[in-house]
């Protein structure tokens, strides 16, 4: 038995959907532990592109479970036309197959509601997803977060619901001054849901731990990037939940020590989404170039991705807090043809030079990225499917940023599709 954790390294956007997609044929359990349908990942499989923001990315396989777990926060109606769309297209055949935990919160119709009424009035917008992430973890810490099990119980939920629609109508209407939201109406929106989450509710918990037991192996589905952390991100322009890999635990209801070959994932560049600090971001032509060669527009909104050079001070820091045993290195072929490419090394904010980020925003804010300028190759790295068919210039890239970020790369991505990838050394061959 072997277990591995894909994280993203960034501000999220990183690739993983495609690495968990291609890793989810080791594994028999794949795990989402944190986040929402804030999430887009995105799997390309021949010329099908899907992307999805709840059930993990594991879910094209056959006889593979797929578990959403406890510390993810659920929309039912993301998730129910989302088991539609698969079903739709000839995938999830087997019901068994997908477990939610009952411990799971949910996203409320106010929760989203007060997330764009929030983003409208802020003069500094985070620039959330408006999926209700950040409100619905407010009431899991608060307390009064209601979650799937509560969703089976017709009494429990309709107390639950009234309860919490006191306070939040009153934000609503007296300090946001828009419609107040129907008691009714939210009981009689989500009773739909009902008789879908109780085909799925499970003791995720004890049904991975038991999994585990008899030697199965477990795929952990980070989403969102390092950066984005509650904690250990550009603090307050993040999500709301811990996207390090140490909640996977936590988010899953497994021991820590379960987590095993810890799998890092960068773009060759760097994207943002949202607000906030970002070092490396290359603005004017250049920027336009990789966006576009990148296709770098949101998964979960269409909104166009900020876009700049890798960021080595960001790499190894999240390398750090994630423990990564490796790298997997994604869309090296967006930087194909580029005369040269810029990598960050370190910031500096008048002489004053940082090897790690400031942890103030101000600092952050004020850092200047001091660059190291490499050749880019000739050629196409396009589809490439061995390391020894690179060109120099990218081999050249590759050693750089292993180097400067202390850990071996494991995969490369060469292309969105499965096969487009150059695999060193598999995450669950131990
Ligand atoms: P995630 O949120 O980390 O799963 O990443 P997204 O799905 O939001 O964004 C990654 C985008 O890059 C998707 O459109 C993928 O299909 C695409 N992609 C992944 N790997 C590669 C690659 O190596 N090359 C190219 N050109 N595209 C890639
Ligand atoms: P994946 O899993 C990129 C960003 C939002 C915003 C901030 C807070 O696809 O990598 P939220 O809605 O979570 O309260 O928004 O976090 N964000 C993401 N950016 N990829 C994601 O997920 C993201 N999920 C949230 O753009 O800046
Ligand atoms: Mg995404």
Not at 319 to 347: P, Q, R, S
Request: charged residues 25%; positive net charge.
């Amino acid at each position: 038995m072997s277990n591995a954790a894909v994280v993203g390294l960034q501000w999220g956007d990183e690739g993983k959907g495609k690495i968990i997609d291609m890793l989810s044929r080791h594994a028999d359990i794949i795990v989402r532990y944190q986040g929402g349908a804030n999430a887009g990942h995105t799997i390309v499989v021949g010329n099908k592109k899907m992307v999805l923001h709840l059930i993990p990315s594991g879910i094209l396989h056959e006889n593979k479970y797929c578990v959403i777990g406890n510390g993810v926060v659920l929309d039912p109606s993301v998730f129910d036309e989302e088991v539609r769309d698969l079903k739709e297209q000839g995938y999830m055949k087997d019901d068994e197959k997908l477990l939610v935990s009952a411990q799971t919160h949910l996203i409320m119709p106010y929760h989203k509601k007060l997330d764009s009424l929030r983003e409208a009035g802020m003069t500094k917008k985070i620039g959330t997803t408006g999926r209700g992430i950040g409100p619905a973890y407010e009431d899991r810490a608060s307390r009064i977060g209601i979650r799937v099990v509560d969703l089976l119980d017709k009494k429990t939920f309709a107390e639950k619901v009234r309860e919490n629609l006191k306070v939040k109508n009153f934000l609503i209407k007296r300090y946001y001054k828009q419609e107040p939201l129907k008691v009714r109406d939210v009981i009689a929106d989500y009773a739909q849901y009902r008789p879908l989450l109780k085909k799925y509710v499970e003791d995720t918990s004890l049904f991975i731990n038991e999994k585990m037991r008899a030697g199965k192996s477990v795929l952990f589905e980070g989403a969102q990037g390092t950066l984005l952390d509650i904690d250990h991100g550009s603090y307050p322009f993040v999500t709301s939940s811990n996207t390090v890999v140490g909640h996977s635990a936590c988010g899953s209801g497994v021991s820590p020590s379960s987590i095993g070959y810890v799998l890092g994932i960068c773009k060759a560049y760097t994207t943002r989404v949202g607000e906030g600090p970002f070092p490396t971001e290359v603005f004017g032509a250049q920027g336009d170039l990789i966006r576009e060669k990148g296709g770098e527009y949101g998964a979960t909104t269409g909104r166009p991705r900020r876009c700049g050079w890798f960021d080595a001070v960001v790499a190894r820091r999240a390398v750090m807090l994630n423990g990564a045993t490796g790298l997997a290195i994604m869309k090296l072929d967006v930087l194909d043809g580029f005369e040269t490419i810029d990598v960050c090394v370190k910031y500096k904010v008048g002489r004053k030079a940082y090897s790690q980020p400031p942890l103030a925003l101000h600092d952050l804010s004020k850092c200047e990225p001091v660059y190291e300028s490499l050749e880019g190759w000739k050629g196409s790295v396009k589809d490439v499917r061995s390391y020894d068919e690179l060109p120099d210039g990218a081999k050249k890239y590759l050693r750089r940023i292993e180097e400067l970020v202390g850990v071996p790369i494991s995969i490369i991505s060469t292309g969105a599709e499965r096969d487009s990838t150059i695999v060193l050394r598999n995450p669950f061959s131990g």
